[in-house]
């Protein structure tokens, strides 16, 4: 008789899962199904799919050699009902276990979900807190409460001293929490950029890789050539790779951006971590190393910490509190429809089109790309926050909705009213132009500000201003942008508003 079925879902794949603590591989059953609703609520980009089950599948294997009996359902398996509410139900009534015991979901879809299934499985089911976050839900609360506003900033410095990360006796390494301002320098075509590295698809991810091609033929961006790791042996080789040729450049390039270059020197590991393939105070643990070892610079090795150790457990500190609602916030009122070209890639805009071609070629892009270039424009062309959501939820091989959703509806476009960001990250293309080489091959001038050659984030962002004047100007950051606004002549008001206009009109 089967005791205990446990479910590990597809961004679960971790031996330290809290569903597995107290595993007894001779009375219980590790369950993972590969299932379409899953697979469909955003139609997720063809290689995260290819990722997760591949990822899914070597992870059962894993489990399986260590003596685990795993109960695997494929996609393609004749008998698969399509959903995880469903299969859980036919694993029931298959294996009758005394209980159920699963770790909490990523989501509040899920989440919601599976409150119902104690009743309907009519057994008892644990849903265990996910140990893999270094701030409890508890503990983000009652950070919270204190607080008329949540920065990342003041939460940074708890988790540092939380995790024990980058300190000196009760003070941070080197005197200060953060070394930002020295990490933002353009990256230069001649610098070596270290590639992360690629995997060759084993027999059971090229078993994947067909079934996707498939089942997920409409689904955006290329299947091939497929190089993610799947193992978590290949992810810790994804991850040494970044620490030893990346980390020491990460902080200074973090916000460049170049042609040809999609990674730079950004780690590329979100996607394994987010799946459970890496380990979150693993990865500070040893950066952190890297810098007392001296073959890192304090600058590169915090910049790194933070955007784990703050950003990362912040935004989804953010997803919690704030409940399924967050989703549908939208402080600035934003309705006009997601522009075809965020799915096909054809615009002009060099920009826009590097960002989108490579993200549809590697369901990649790194962060500034995501917030200042596709974000930015959504957010100045007046977009629908949760089109834009659901854009970035199903373009990007890392996205789960804990993660994306307080990085887009919050910090990209500002829809929260400043929950996780103090003002809008918008600009106009001098930010694009002093960042990366994009404008040198694009049709649009950069530096002009009117007509129909200029750039177009730089009359959208004044309009984006001055359409939203009454929600924003009473933001002391924003009151440098609204006095220069103020100055200009009405006719050069009437210009910008005349170009935006022409400029949506013809997006549509
Ligand atoms: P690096 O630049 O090397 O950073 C190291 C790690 O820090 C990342 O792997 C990631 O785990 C973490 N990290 C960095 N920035 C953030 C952040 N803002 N929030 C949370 N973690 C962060 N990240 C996701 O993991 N999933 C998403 O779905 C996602 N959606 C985003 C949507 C928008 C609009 C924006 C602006 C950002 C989003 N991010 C998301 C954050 C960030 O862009 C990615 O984590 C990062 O680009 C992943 O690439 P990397 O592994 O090379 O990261
Ligand atoms: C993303 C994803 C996909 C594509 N497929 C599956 C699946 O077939 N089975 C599964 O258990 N999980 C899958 N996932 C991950 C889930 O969508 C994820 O667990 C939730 O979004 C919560 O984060
Ligand atoms: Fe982007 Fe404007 Fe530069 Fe073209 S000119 S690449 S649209 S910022």
Redesign the pocket.
């Known amino acids: 008789m089967v005791q205990t079925l446990r479910l590990l879902l597809g961004d679960q794949l971790s031996p330290r899962m809290a569903s597995l603590r107290d595993l007894d591989p001779a009375r219980d059953v590790v369950m993972l199904a590969e299932v379409a609703a899953e697979a469909t609520y955003v139609r997720h980009h063809k290689k995260k799919i290819a990722f997760v089950f591949a990822a899914m599948r070597a992870f059962a294997d894993e489990l399986s050699e260590q003596g685990v009996t795993v109960r695997y359902v494929q996609l393609d398996d004749p008998l698969n009902t399509g959903s995880l509410g469903t299969e859980i139900a036919r694993a029931v009534s298959e294996l009758k276990p005394a209980e159920l015991v699963l770790t909490e979901p990523g989501e509040h879809r899920l989440a919601a979900e599976m409150e119902s299934w104690e009743a309907t499985l009519g057994i008892p089911v644990e849903v265990r807190e996910d140990s893999r976050f270094i701030c409890s839900h508890a503990a983000f609360r009652a950070w919270a409460k204190e607080r008329k506003q949540l920065r990342m900033e003041y939460f940074y410095r708890e988790m540092r001293r939380c995790a024990g990360v980058l300190l000196d006796g009760e003070e941070p390494a080197g005197g200060r929490w953060n070394y930002d301002s020295e990490n933002r320098k353009p990256a230069d075509a001649d610098l070596f950029m270290p590639k992360p590295p690629h995997f060759a698809p084993d027999a059971h991810t090229r078993e994947v890789l067909d079934l996707v091609a498939t089942r997920f033929a409409d689904h955006v961006g290329d299947l091939e050539p497929f190089w993610f790791a799947v193992t978590h042996a290949q992810a810790e080789e994804a991850l040494r790779h970044?620490l030893v040729n990346a980390l020491p450049s990460?902080g200074d390039y973090?916000d460049a951006m170049l042609s040809g270059e999609p990674?730079l020197?950004?780690?590329?590991?979100?996607?394994y971590?987010?799946a459970g393939l890496l380990d979150?105070r693993d990865?500070c643990r040893r950066a952190e190393a890297e810098y007392r070892a001296g073959r890192v610079s304090l600058n590169n090795a915090e910049g790194?910490i933070r955007?784990?150790l703050g950003?990362?457990e912040?935004?989804?500190g953010v997803y919690w509190l704030r409940g399924p609602d967050y989703l549908h916030e939208n402080a600035l009122g934003a309705t006009r429809n997601l522009p075809w070209f965020y799915w096909s890639g054809e615009t002009e805009m060099a920009c826009l089109k590097a960002a989108i071609g490579q993200t549809k070629r590697e369901a990649?892009?790194?962060?500034i790309?995501?917030?200042m270039v596709?974000?930015n424009f959504a957010m100045l062309a007046g977009v629908d926050p949760y089109q834009?959501h659901e854009w970035?939820?199903a373009v990007?091989a890392?996205?789960?909705e804990w993660?994306?959703a307080?990085?887009?509806i919050g910090?990209?476009?500002f829809a929260d009213g400043g929950v996780v960001g103090s003002k809008p990250?918008a600009s106009s293309g001098a930010y694009i132009d002093r960042m990366s080489d994009y404008c040198g091959s694009c049709v649009y001038d950069v530096k002009a500000k009117a007509g129909p050659k200029a750039c177009p984030f730089n009359y959208l962002y004044w309009d984006f201003l001055a359409r939203n004047r009454d929600k924003l100007e009473g933001n002391p950051r924003m009151a440098p942008m609204f006095k220069t606004l103020e100055r200009m002549s009405d006719e050069r008001r009437a210009e910008i508003a005349d170009d935006a206009r022409k400029f949506l009109e013809a997006l549509q």
Request: aromatic residues 24%; charged residues 10%; glycine residues 2%.
């Open positions: 970044f990460f973090q990674f020197y950004h780690s590329v590991i979100s996607m971590l987010n979150a990865i790194f955007q784990i950003w990362r912040f935004v989804r990649y892009a790194h962060h790309q995501r917030l596709t974000g834009v970035y939820l990007y890392d996205a789960y993660v994306e307080p990085n887009t910090m990209s476009q990250y």
